[in-house]
């Protein structure tokens, strides 16, 4: 069956004239003896919850998540054993395959202190030590007993084995299955392009296909290897998972805050979460070790079984809510400040790209956060978000509108993120008020409005002083609450600036790009007669009060009412 997979291998590398057919080859008796040996599964249903799971950094039939560029395997190998273990309660195991080289990467190991923390032994990860990089020689080269003794360290039941030995790899796997309480590592000793003429144990090999004019040679010389054609199928899983229901989480009773209290947008957003577990058990809340300050630890204290603490270890978090996530077996909501979130951003992005349910939370957002160190400003997160496919993102400003918010993002498919806000703001809107994804609020109009203002979070807030301040003044201006950033309710946006002489003003607690500003740009690129004025965060903040930070840095209302009136002078 290896060699089987080699030839595959070598023949689809070449009608790609791309892949790695070394790399394949050196891990061919693993795969053999997992798939037909190891592994239970239903070969003609993949999506069966009852199934193993197999993780590896490509996205193929049977495999789990499109891990993109290498070493984040392991963390969502983590979040499907946690989910076996502790929520479905189930018989199926977890099996990643990890390359030396991706093993030197940081979260590696945050997955490797995740799953001996939480005893995760229904996990078992392989290293397939074949000594080559993209490269050249990696640093440990075939020092299995370094690895081995790392693994250790780090809690996991360790074995090392010659990968290419088909009898001591079952052998192996058969002992991995009497651990008890702890993850089992299995160090294979493998070579790059191993069974492959002239080109095993080779450099300069990494991402080449076998040439044409050499792959039928090298495919007979495989197949003469080949002893019997006997079909082999795996054995069945153990159907013990249980059915569940991820879809449709209905708000079964309205908000209950009232126009005019002063509630955070982080706090309503904990808030929110624990009223959703009561409604939904399959809804779980991820926290890097930040449950204090995001108001998760609510959550926390009303479902703590379904409470995920992931330390400090952002990219390990997003890789471990990712794993929670497939099959549809949990609702997973991961939450940290929100410039902590630029750490795991390559997790992020592959896990929009695999098209993965995943909702994020980011707090501490903007130069508002006051007086917490500037490190802690979220000013880059909403470019950040809007970049990737296939992402929502939610930007509420009360109390009301961001229970609204994490609704939607529950029953939303793909990549969500929800920004939140520190200070206490007005709740604008009614307990009967609905939201919809893609659709902002114009929350105050006249027929005589001069200028369109457009926030979101704090800065509508501040939109709103301006404008009652206006009108004192006999100047009416139009404010748009935004909601969601991604999708953009375009049409309302070019509705109110054509009603308002074309002007509009977008103000935001984020730097200029990528934000609010350009996005509003964007939206009205294709409408001559609107212009559109910035207002934004510019340069490197600094500590200070809420108040004193949005006029020092140009966006509070006060500096919303001169620009109203420099552009009606123009």
């Not at 397939?128 to 809690?155: M, P």
């Not at 709740?427 to 893609?438: P, T």
């Amino acid at each position: 069956m290896a060699n089987r997979m080699r030839i595959h291998c070598i023949r689809a590398t070449c009608a790609l004239s791309s892949g790695h057919p070394t790399s394949c080859s050196s891990a061919a008796e693993i795969m053999a003896v997992l798939f037909f040996h190891v592994m239970r599964y239903k070969q003609t249903n993949p999506e069966n919850p009852s199934n193993d799971r197999f993780i590896l950094y490509k996205r193929l039939p049977l495999l789990d998540i499109a891990t993109g560029w290498l070493a984040q395997g392991l963390g969502a190998a983590c979040g499907m054993a946690y989910t076996g273990k502790y929520f479905d309660k189930a018989s199926y195991r977890v099996f990643c395959l990890v390359g030396d080289g991706e093993s030197v990467e940081g979260s590696v190991w945050e997955a490797l202190s995740f799953a001996s923390h939480y005893n995760l032994d229904n996990l078992v990860a392989i290293f397939d030590v074949n000594r080559l990089g993209y490269s050249g020689t990696l640093a440990l080269e075939h020092c299995i007993d370094i690895y081995q003794k790392r693994c250790e360290a780090f809690g996991w039941s360790t074995f090392t084995v010659d990968g290419s030995d088909v009898e001591a790899l079952c052998q192996v796997f058969s002992q991995a299955t009497r651990v008890r309480n702890r993850p089992i590592a299995i160090v294979a000793k493998t070579f790059k392009g191993r069974g492959i003429s002239s080109v095993e144990e080779a450099e300069n090999w990494y991402g080449k296909p076998m040439p044409k004019e050499r792959a039928d040679v090298i495919i007979k010389l495989i197949e003469s290897q080949i002893q019997t054609n006997r079909t082999i199928e795996p054995k069945p899983p153990i159907e013990d998972a249980p059915q569940i229901n991820v879809s449709h989480i209905e708000m079964i009773y309205p908000p209950s805050y009232n126009i005019g209290e002063k509630v955070a947008t982080w706090k309503a957003c904990g808030l929110a979460l624990v009223k959703m577990g009561y409604i939904n058990d399959r809804v779980i809340v991820l926290d890097s070790d930040t449950r204090n300050s995001t108001f998760s630890e609510i959550f926390k204290k009303e479902h703590p079984e379904r409470f995920i603490e992931c330390f400090v270890a952002e990219q390990n978090m997003v890789s471990v809510a990712l794993g929670c996530t497939t099959h549809g077996r949990t609702i997973a909501f991961a939450s940290t400040f929100a410039a902590f979130l630029t750490r795991a951003f390559d997790q992020i992005r592959m896990g929009a790209i695999s098209q993965s349910n995943i909702n994020l939370i980011g707090s501490h957002c903007g130069i508002s956060v006051g007086e917490d160190s500037l490190s802690q400003m979220a000013l880059e997160d909403l470019a950040m978000f809007r970049a990737l496919p296939n992402c929502t993102i939610f930007y509420p400003s009360d109390a009301t509108s961001t229970e609204h918010a994490v609704f939607l993002a529950a029953n939303t498919k793909g990549l969500c993120y929800i920004r939140t806000s520190r200070p206490d703001t007005n709740v604008i809107y009614s307990q009967q008020e609905r939201f919809k994804i893609g659709k902002a609020k114009v929350v105050r109009c006249t027929v005589n409005d001069v200028v369109t203002l457009i926030g979101a979070g704090v800065t509508l807030h501040e939109a709103l002083a301006a404008a009652q301040e206006l009108a004192n003044q006999g100047i009416n201006v139009r404010v748009i609450d935004l909601f969601t950033i991604k999708p953009l309710d375009t049409a309302t946006i070019i509705t109110s600036a054509k009603c308002t002489g074309g002007h509009i003003i977008t103000v935001e607690d984020h730097h200029p790009e990528g934000g609010i500003g350009d996005a509003v740009c964007a939206a009205v690129s294709m409408e001559p007669d609107i212009r559109v004025c910035q207002m934004a965060v510019l340069g490197v903040p600094q500590s200070g009060s809420p108040t004193e930070l949005l006029d020092t840095f140009g966006i509070s209302a006060r500096h919303i009412i001169v620009a109203v009136k420099c552009i009606l002078m123009h």
